[in-house]
């Protein structure tokens, strides 16, 4: 017997007011916007920055199925009858093509800034437990969902879940999302019973053969998870979890299978009770969230607490110090930064940043001025002089194909096409060399990158 115990939970803090659109979002021009009679807006808008991985010259199927899945997104987290949305159109090209009125265009606008702004990969730290009934109130937790909203308060709270000796960790994975993407995760385990015997009779002679049936049972969690930028600098997670327990022991019974007076065999009647919880989770950078319910063990509660975790947390100091110092615009060194070699998973965190930097490392014995340079591209270039022995690895930290001028290249859609790419490099060769160099091996190599 199976029982279902379903539970939705809604769990947000409080938004900002939307911030205004960035200037290069929006493509409506005289010759992309159309001010329709009955008052609407019909206006293109280019998305195909954000799905540059999915642009093929030869193939634009995948790039119109990537808008295709960037519309329905946006379609669901976006209130379209309050808004005065009539319709959104994908089409070739990395363009949607919006009507409604000025309210919708509004929210697309904030949408897409949302996007271009969030990093392109969010952490999540989930820790679910198991806790007696009515202990979650004495750990200070009132309600079935709260918030908090620091770092600080959120490891103050999961302390106290920790220290007490009456809660039972489930799981505590650390899950990794693409923007606007599910991930899914599982910790199951399989339990094998008979269900039930097949009577084989083997002729000649009327042997009989007794066949048991061996079916598998899981039991266990499994998460589906979906963060979404969206406007007012908050990241809306679409969470759903499913805990299963095998009740034990197994519960049996004995039947006859034979004619007669046979003997009677034993089979396994199992049962396993679910719980189910759907929940929409609003949260800004470096908060966290709790949401509980009963739990399918019996006198028990289940408790899942969310952090969406800073990519600061994962820079260790020195790394995070030095690129604080571009940003305030205070960075001087003229040579190589004093950095080592169990830095680059931290250079690898920063490397997903689109980041815009005006102040950065760069080679005096250049003569290529270089006003600008993405932050991901300035983390890649630090790498690589990491690997030439933390020295200045070229003149400039500037990305270049075979067929790329430097002319043509140093754009920024041209550079942020090229991180996209050269991140990965630099990812799989990290890889193949944790723990010290490995001789011969460099990222760019099999690439048609290279360093200007």
């Known amino acids: 017997m199976t029982h279902w115990i379903t539970w939705a939970a809604l769990a947000c803090t409080s938004l900002a007011p939307l911030a205004p659109a960035q200037d290069r979002v929006v493509v409506g021009t005289q010759e992309t916007q159309e001010r329709l009679s009955e008052g609407l807006l019909a206006r293109y808008y280019d998305v195909g920055e954000l799905l540059i991985e999915h642009r093929s010259k030869l193939d634009p199927g995948p790039e119109l199925k990537a808008t295709q899945d960037f519309v329905a997104v946006l379609l669901e987290v976006m209130d379209q009858r309050k808004r005065g949305l009539k319709s959104i159109k994908a089409e070739s090209g990395g363009r949607i093509l919006v009507t409604g009125a000025d309210l919708s265009h509004e929210f697309v606008r904030d949408f897409i800034a949302a996007q271009l702004s969030s990093p392109p990969v969010l952490t999540l730290l989930m820790t679910l437990v198991e806790v007696p009934a009515g202990h979650l109130a004495e750990l200070g937790i009132e309600k079935a969902s709260v918030t908090v909203d620091s770092l600080e308060s959120y490891q103050e709270m999961l302390g106290r879940f920790r220290k007490s000796e009456k809660v039972s960790m489930v799981t505590a994975p650390q899950i990794t999302l693409e923007s606007r993407k599910t991930s899914s995760i599982s910790t199951m385990s399989q339990v094998s019973y008979v269900s039930d015997y097949i009577l084989q009779i083997v002729e000649p002679g009327s042997m009989e053969i007794l066949d048991p049936v061996v079916e598998v049972i899981e039991e266990g969690v499994m998460i589906d998870v979906r963060g979404v930028p969206v406007p007012g600098g908050v990241v809306r997670f679409d969470l759903d979890v499913s805990f299963s327990v095998l009740q034990r022991p197994i519960p049996t019974v004995k039947t006859r299978i034979r004619s007669g007076a046979g003997q009677e065999v034993e089979v396994s009647l199992p049962e396993v009770d679910h719980i189910k919880l759907n929940s929409v989770i609003t949260l800004p950078e470096g908060s966290a969230a709790l949401i509980s319910s009963a739990a399918p063990t019996e006198g028990k509660d289940f408790a899942i607490i969310l952090h969406y975790a800073s990519p600061r947390e994962q820079i260790n100091p020195r790394v995070q110090k030095l690129f604080e110092s571009m940003h305030a615009g205070q960075y001087d060194h003229k040579w190589f930064p004093k950095l080592q070699w169990e830095d680059i998973p931290s250079l690898l965190e920063v490397a997903k940043s689109k980041r815009e930097l005006t102040n950065f490392p760069n080679n005096p014995f250049s003569s290529q001025s270089q006003s600008t340079c993405l932050e991901g591209i300035v983390a ?39 991180l996209a790419q050269a991140r990965r490099a630099y990812k799989t060769w990290w890889k193949k060399t944790p723990g010290g160099r490995t001789e011969g091996l460099h990222a760019l190599e099999g690439t048609d990158l290279h360093w200007y």
């Open 380 to 418: 890649l270039w630090l790498i690589e002089g990491l690997q030439e022995g933390g020295n200045l690895p070229s003149l400039n930290p500037i990305l270049l194909g075979k067929k790329v001028s430097l002319e043509s290249g140093i754009k920024p859609g041209v550079q942020l096409r090229m």
